[in-house]
């Protein structure tokens, strides 16, 4: 079974317009991280936000919040007032908490946003 | 801070040659992954290193691939002979521990094609 999963391979939305990215996951570990990161057509990964299993509140960082909803297994990604410089490639992850705490991406969801 | 160096930043090679990537990583992070990114695919790990011993490489094509973390700090990620499908983005990332809250952080890549 895919470990984490996104199932919109393409996304628009409007510029100033909030938008979500989905991603669920797979994971019996009590112990995990979820995280999502951005990749512009430059290639590097940046990190956007990090949701622990065991936070209560959801994560925020700025204009980007992760909707955490456990008993679903679900991590969406939440932009609001999108910018065209948001236009990238989004991957969802997990980190495990054991054994190997190995790192799995989700095949992404590519974001373009219009003027 | 330093960021995780990678060179080359691109290399063209032909079919059967060999290649050579190289990784420094964040100053005293343990942890060392080799990630292998297909166009319009997440990074798959390819190998993850902890210090200077390797904690998983089952998805290595070990007929071909080798890599190497001397002193357990900068890394050498080897291809020989090279196939038409290694044609990728070799991401090179890092981290502190590894425990579920630790993100990566990743250079920018070596973009590979093999003609």
Known sequence: ?115 | EAGVAQSPRYKIIEKRQSVAFWCNPISGHATLYWYQQILGQGPKLLIQFQNNGVVDDSQLPKDRFSAERLKGVDSTLKIQPAKLEDSAVYLCASSSRTGPNEKLFFGSGTQLSVL
Request: charged share 15%; proline share 4%.
């Open chain 1, 1 to 115: 079974a895919q470990k984490i999963t996104q199932t919109q391979p393409g996304m628009f939305v409007q510029e100033k317009e909030a938008v979500t990215l989905d991603c669920t996951y797979d994971t019996s570990d009590p112990s995990y991280g979820l995280f999502w990161y951005k990749q512009p057509s430059s290639g590097e990964m940046i990190f956007l936000i990090y949701q622990g299993s065991y936070d209560q509140q959801n994560a925020t960082e700025g204009r980007y919040s992760l909707n955490f909803q456990k008993a679903r297994k679900s991590a969406n990604l939440v932009i609001s007032a999108s910018q065209l410089g948001d236009s990238a490639m989004y991957f969802c992850a997990m980190r495990e908490g054991l054994p190997g705490n190995q790192f799995y991406f989700g095949t992404g969801t590519s974001l373009t946003v219009i003027p």
